[in-house]
């Protein structure tokens, strides 16, 4: 129980504070802020769940495409904005970092590994996401809202 | 019907879309369903991330154009939202011209919008947070809000020193983020210099433009895509250079 806390629950939370702290950059309001903080803990969680691999970001990403579409047909609201904030946490700001001071350092091959892993998270970041939204849209074509 | 008013109110209401952040097909498919609403046959929209073109020809056969240069911006859900909730209402009940016009010009001035002081505890809320999620402690975290503090302070008062141009706005910001989190932790308070310099990273970093460009991807327009692609990589190389300097200038005292 005490793991489960320390390693899933605590970190989840986090996830949701540090989105709801982004929608107020982005101007979000309202039930908006919630649902865009869910979407964080829940991409956050599948994260944690899948090991915090370059693959567990994809399926994170996955979550988070599926989460925002199913809000936004609830709300029938544009998908952009839950999408954008729920992922920045997964954003690979830590791999710029490493691999600034790994170049900064003269160590070439970490730079490049660290560069390469990089590339990777932001890849299976933006195929994961633009995977599950495009599955939904075709799966459930009725739930469309009327498109503009 | 005056297709000069019809097109200045189509052409406003894409440009506040682009305004608000919102993908290029989104834009295009609100300006083109819009025209289309007025009874227009084929109306022509045309966008990349900071260029915005609509063109119809009048049942006369005489062709209009419309041009909007969309300047450098940030993004608004709160805007996007109801100039789409707008955008559905025009199509669904075409009001007179005049009319529409005034509730587009109207948009921009009824948005709420957080005070600079929330939007000041956002982004000391957002790095905070971040630090517990990379493996920091509550020493951390009381540095990462405080360098989150100090890059809010400088993106949102300090536009007049550092310029509009985001490659030079994101080094400083992320050049000053690293001086101060070396700093802190040198002064005692936090216990990783890592942990606090990558959580103020986080707001600088480019996850905004990473998730449009795959949107645009999704939607076909490719060129869009691209741009928005070299976009991230330059913003990010920004925080890589910033971050590097940053440190280097605190390794000297």
Redo the contacts between chains.
């Keep these: 129980m005490e793991t489960v806390f320390w390693e899933y629950a605590?970190?989840c939370v986090?996830?949701f504070?540090?989105?709801?702290?982004?929608?107020?950059?982005?101007?979000?309001?309202g039930l908006?802020k919630l649902i865009a903080g869910v979407g964080g803990a829940l991409g956050?969680l599948v994260y944690l769940l899948g090991g915090q691999t370059i693959f567990a970001a994809f399926l994170a990403a996955a979550a988070i495409g599926v989460f925002a579409e199913v809000m936004s047909r609830v709300r029938r609201?544009?998908v952009?904005?839950y999408?954008?904030v729920a992922?920045?946490?997964l954003?690979?700001?830590?791999g710029?970092?490493?691999?600034?001071?790994h170049?900064?350092a003269g160590e070439t091959d970490a730079f490049l590994s660290t560069l390469l892993h990089t590339f990777g998270m932001?890849a299976a970041?933006?195929?994961g996401?633009?995977l599950a939204?495009?599955a939904f849209r075709a799966v459930f074509p009725r739930l469309r809202p009327?498109?503009? | 019907m005056d297709y000069e008013k019809l097109l200045n109110m189509a052409a406003e209401l894409g440009y506040q879309l682009m305004y608000s952040?919102?993908?290029i097909y989104?834009v295009e498919?609100?300006a083109r369903?819009l025209l289309h609403a007025y009874g227009l046959e084929s109306p022509e929209v045309f966008a990349i991330p900071n260029c915005l073109i609509v063109s119809v020809a009048t049942p006369a056969g005489q062709p209009v154009t419309r041009m909007r240069r969309v300047p450098l911006h940030?993004?608004?859900?709160?805007?996007?939202?109801r100039c789409?909730g707008l955008?559905?209402r025009l199509?669904a009940e075409v009001p007179p011209l005049d009319e529409a016009q005034a509730l587009v010009n109207a948009l921009p001035d009824a948005?709420?919008?957080?005070s600079p002081r929330?939007?000041l505890?956002?982004?000391?809320?957002?790095?905070?947070?971040?630090a517990?999620?990379?493996g920091g402690g509550l020493g951390d975290l009381a540095c990462a809000f405080l360098c989150g503090l100090a890059v809010g302070l400088c993106l949102l008062y300090g536009g007049k020193f550092i310029g509009a141009n985001s490659f030079f706005r994101t080094a400083v910001c992320s050049a000053l983020a690293a001086f101060l989190s070396l700093a802190l932790v040198e002064a005692g308070l936090g216990e990783s210099v890592?942990v606090v310099?990558?959580s103020t990273?986080?707001?600088?970093?480019?996850?905004?433009a990473?998730?449009?460009?795959?949107?645009e991807?999704?939607a076909g327009d490719t060129f869009s895509a691209l741009s928005r692609t070299a976009d991230?990589i330059l913003v990010?190389s920004a925080?890589?250079?910033g971050?590097?300097a940053g440190?280097?200038l605190g390794g000297l005292f």
């Design positions: 605590l970190p986090c996830a504070w540090a989105c709801v702290g982004f929608t107020l950059m982005f101007n979000i309001h908006g956050w609201c544009p952009t904005g999408v954008l992922l920045l946490p954003v690979p700001g830590g710029v970092y490493y691999a600034m001071r170049g900064v932001a970041l933006a195929v996401a633009m939204s495009s009327p498109k503009q | 952040g919102a993908e989104r498919e609100s369903r940030g993004t608004d859900i709160e805007l996007l939202e789409n955008c559905r199509c948005i709420p919008r957080y929330m939007m505890l956002g982004y000391g809320t957002a790095p905070a947070f971040f517990p999620l990379f890592d310099t990558i990273l986080m707001v600088l970093v480019p996850g905004v990473l998730t449009n460009a795959m949107r991807i999704m991230a990010a925080i890589a250079l971050a590097a440190q280097a």
